[in-house]
């Protein structure tokens, strides 16, 4: 299993104020530990962290998220630990820097620490997303929004539904600072998308490879994420689903690695695709009559119902070349079938052209 990986940093010097990182690190454990996809993500800890581990600790384990717990001074930079365990400030700059040479595979940095939103400023022009502090936080805040920001991590949520999350943690155990958090990410990156936990749910907008197993009765696809599902042949009732939200391209792929062997399977899904064909057509149809009073659906009607029929017959016709294509051994045959397929692709496309335009002709 593909595990995300936790980088926590903990500094807390002598002669700097006391904080509970330990209760931190073990809230932030205990949350994942409740959640759906624990076995997902792996929480590394590194106490009393110099201004180097960094550098020694993201190498070693190449995290997704680093995470670091301590001091902040704004301007000033981070706090971390020398070696005579006394406070070391690193700049925003040399932060900035580290991230920009070394950021290996992270997509999140979370800065739990005072008055940090200067470092995720900068910070977030190089990596996906930053969450920091925009003013002073206590310890209480701090521990409450971590443990439940990657309680929702570990759920499966996004990035920024684990923020919003953390948010209304703060309020419902009644500490009046759920407008410290600060979350920016970088321009070119979409937040609701971003998740970080591997849940093996599928995005079948993102389909990226379709085969069958060596059994030869499955059928497995992949996202790019990597995430994978994997469905019997036989199994008509997990394979719907899956038919259902995969494009005309993917699934006619579905039914070539299929096969003739299975002919029966290929009727099957034909008859799923004229089921959901039926039912979008009928409902791109009925949208073009929204709106319109009595008087001009009257009118409408009888046009759109003409094109809509038009349209199903069609896609009738195309499903059942496409499984006389993949039957056949025929090159010749298999030529001819795929001018039909061409052909009906083109009508459809027509007539739901004519669809929308039905209505702009009033």
């Known amino acids: 299993m593909i595990k995300t990986k936790i980088l926590f940093f903990a500094s807390n010097p002598q002669h700097t104020t006391i904080l509970n990182l330990g209760e931190e690190a073990r809230s932030i454990t205990r949350k994942i530990r409740e959640a759906e996809y624990r076995d997902s993500l792996e929480f590394i800890t590194a106490w009393a962290a110099r201004p180097t581990d960094l550098l020694d600790e993201m190498n070693k384990h190449k995290p997704k998220i680093l995470h670091f717990s301590g001091h902040g001074s704004g301007e000033e930079g981070l706090v971390f630990t020398n070696d005579q365990g006394e406070a070391k400030l690193v700049s925003t700059d040399a932060l900035k820097t580290l991230f920009s040479k070394v950021k290996n595979n992270i997509q999140l940095v979370v800065l739990n620490a005072c008055f940090s939103a200067v470092q995720v400023k900068a910070i977030s022009k190089i990596i996906e997303c930053v969450v920091g502090m925009n003013k002073s936080i206590g310890d209480k805040a701090a521990i409450s929004f971590a443990a439940y920001f990657y309680s929702s991590i570990a ?63 499955n059928i497995t696809l992949q996202d790019i994420n990597g995430s994978t599902v994997t469905v019997n042949y036989y199994d ?12 005309d391209t993917e699934t006619f792929e579905v039914k070539q690695l299929i096969g003739s062997q299975h002919k029966e399977i290929l009727t099957e899904i034909r008859r799923i695709q004229n089921q959901s064909d039926e039912k979008n057509t009928i409902q791109k149809a009925e949208k073009n009559l ?63 052209s004519e669809l929308k335009s039905i209505v702009m002709k009033l």
């Open 155 to 217: 759920y499966g949520h996004s990035v920024k539904e684990a923020f919003d999350q953390g948010l209304v943690a703060l309020k419902l155990e009644g500490i009046p600072e759920e407008k410290t958090p600060v979350l920016l990410c970088r321009k070119d990156t979409n937040l609701d998308n971003l998740y970080l936990v591997h849940t093996d749910k599928v995005d079948y907008s993102k389909i990226q490879k379709i085969d069958t197993d060596s059994t030869g009765n």
């Open 236 to 247: 008509i009732e997990k394979l719907k689903p899956v038919l259902q939200s995969l494009s």
């Open 290 to 352: 929204d709106g319109l009073d009595d008087f001009f659906k009257k009118i409408t009607a009888m046009e759109i119902e003409r094109t809509k029929n038009r349209i199903m017959s069609n896609y009738k016709l195309l499903r059942e070349y496409e499984e006389m294509i993949i039957l056949e051994n025929d090159p010749i045959l298999k030529m001819k079938y795929q001018k039909e397929i061409d052909r009906r692709k083109n009508y459809i496309t027509t007539d739901e």
